[in-house]
């Protein structure tokens, strides 16, 4: 019988999310993709030091262990080839993470292939993957440098998100952004009891509250929360939303415009979601962040444009 995944939890991500491969990737845009898999090839039994997107991975994979049964899969899906990605392979059992499936397309566009491993959430470095799995309905991010080393927990997953353009649809932002703040808080209050329209990472969040009905509230080892922007006036309308989508956050935070770093910091998720840089990259200084692109406000990927 066939091993599903429909049933779980699964994560895409690419080597550069999952590993910091700055280093190599100097190599591969001064040099080339022969210098590069050289490159690689000569120090395969070297392990890679770890990317934005290892703690998230190493959190929920720990989850099956409390579980006692797969309930998260973490896939590799990467432009590398499969020569160049042995390097990745032997970090990873190094490590010793339970991850044991792979795509390897040599420079081709990755997020075709999402769909095929039934992904939850594509992480990466590459910004056109991003966009095109946003386009295609993917929850995706693009993760930004990695922040200093911090304390692992061992205990818990946080996972952190922005409100608009990521948990909910842009339209609220556009508002704002178009009309002002006046503007935004007299329609938020005349909306409140109007749930607004799904973003692109409520598939992600719906994925993550199967995994707490399965432990229930109390020990659960996962925690989520929502910093945004937003103030209070907007309290109602977000947990009307919330309610309708039949999602549960843990923990609420209506910044009314102050910045986000310290509550991130704060916080201390495994990963921050945010679609906007002027937030995402203070919070990656520290903690694990990615930016959600606004899929909607770009055109279709070409894939003939962006192969390489």
């Known amino acids: 019988m066939a091993y599903e995944l429909d049933d779980k939890l699964v994560v895409g991500i690419s080597t550069r999310a999952l590993f910091d491969l700055d280093?190599?990737?100097?190599?591969?845009?001064?040099?080339?993709?022969?210098?590069?898999?050289?490159?690689?090839?000569?120090?395969?039994?070297?392990?890679?030091?770890?990317?934005?997107?290892?703690?998230?991975?190493?959190?929920?994979?720990?989850?099956?262990?409390?579980?006692?049964?797969?309930l998260v899969e973490v896939v590799i899906i990467s432009r590398n080839s499969a020569e160049t990605g042995l390097r990745t392979r032997e970090s990873i059992k190094a490590l010793h993470l339970p991850i044991h499936r792979a795509a390897f397309t040599r420079g081709r566009p990755v997020y075709r292939y999402l769909d095929a491993f039934s992904c939850d959430l594509f992480l990466s470095a590459h910004d056109a993957d991003v966009l095109g799995a946003l386009q295609a309905g993917f929850p995706a991010a693009k993760i930004l440098s990695v922040p200093p080393e911090a304390e692992e927990?061992?205990?818990?997953?946080?996972?952190?998100?922005?409100?608009?353009?990521?948990?909910?649809?842009?339209a609220s932002e556009d508002l704002f952004q178009e009309h002002g703040l006046e503007a935004f808080q007299a329609h938020e209050a005349e909306k409140a009891e109007v749930p607004m329209e799904a973003g692109p990472f409520l598939g992600f969040l719906r994925a993550l509250c199967a995994i707490q009905h399965r432990f229930g509230i109390d020990g659960c080892p996962l925690r989520t929360a929502l910093i945004t922007a937003?103030?209070?006036?907007?309290?109602?309308?977000?947990?009307?939303?919330?309610?309708?989508?039949?999602?549960?956050?843990?923990?609420?935070?209506?910044?009314?415009?102050?910045?986000?770093?310290?509550?991130?910091?704060?916080?201390?998720?495994?990963?921050?979601?945010?679609?906007?840089?002027?937030?995402?990259?203070?919070?990656?200084?520290?903690?694990?962040?990615?930016?959600?692109?606004?899929?909607?406000?770009?055109?279709?990927?070409d894939e003939k444009q962006i192969r390489s």
């Open 23 to 70: 280093e190599a990737h100097r190599v591969f845009e001064q040099e080339g993709v022969e210098a590069y898999t050289r490159y690689q090839l000569d120090h395969v039994a070297d392990v890679l030091p770890t990317g934005t997107g290892y703690p998230l991975v190493r959190g929920l994979l720990r989850i099956n262990e409390l579980a006692g049964e797969p």
């Open 153 to 170: 927990d061992e205990d818990e997953v946080r996972i952190a998100f922005d409100g608009d353009a990521v948990l909910f649809s842009g």
């Open 230 to 301: 937003r103030d209070a006036i907007s309290h109602e309308r977000v947990v009307n939303t919330l309610q309708a989508m039949d999602v549960r956050i843990d923990e609420y935070f209506f910044l009314g415009g102050v910045r986000k770093q310290k509550v991130v910091k704060a916080f201390a998720p495994h990963i921050f979601f945010d679609d906007q840089l002027v937030h995402a990259e203070p919070a990656s200084e520290v903690a694990p962040s990615a930016q959600v692109p606004r899929a909607d406000k770009e055109p279709p990927v």
